[in-house]
């Protein structure tokens, strides 16, 4: 990996911390390891889904929890843009181009340590994740993990977005979901206005996720 000046990133050592936590070989993936994904692995095993997307990838950490702890998943698709950003979401995380290029470089480490049979899963894209959703065509998708959104209405656009290319059956996850005041629970609300699930909508972990339904007159 190449080598960074730490001085010269603005990440919080907090998140630092975690980045090269992740980076270590010799812990286990899910049981030492806190992964935003966790909470809807169960789900994911319990279906058997075979093909995923998740919107934010980051330093990849639930891309690797996932593949270790799913073996139904057959292709896991993550997609992020590693372009400097502000986040409003609590706690306002912050990253320049810098720490964004140490990001991504963290990734690809952590993607390489990964044993090969989980690797040939995964498939990375670079690029912004409403431009990228044109690669797929509707209903593509056993499960859709979103974790980009920095806002409200990034989320809105993503799960319009998006929404479309998840199968029937499958489910949508959104992290960040919790009572953390930026108000990502109320997106969801309205934008399943008048749709169908399977079942409820499970909230749990500031994770809520739910099976898709068919529409009353499908």
Known sequence: MEKFNHKKLTISNAMLKDIVGWGKTDVNWIDKKFAACQSVIQVINLMGFKRGVELGTSWGASACTLLDNSPSIEELYTIDSYLPYVDEVPPYVSVTEYDAKFIKLSAQRMFMNLPENLRNKLRIIYGDTIETADKFEDEYFDFIWFDAHLSQAQLKEELETWYPKLKIGGMAGVHDTGQNG?????????????????????????????????????
């Open 182 to 218: 930026a108000g990502m629970i109320d997106v969801i609300h309205q934008f399943m206005e008048g749709k169908y699930t399977d079942g409820h909508v499970s909230y749990f972990n500031d994770t809520s996720c739910w099976l898709k339904g068919y529409e009353e007159d499908d």
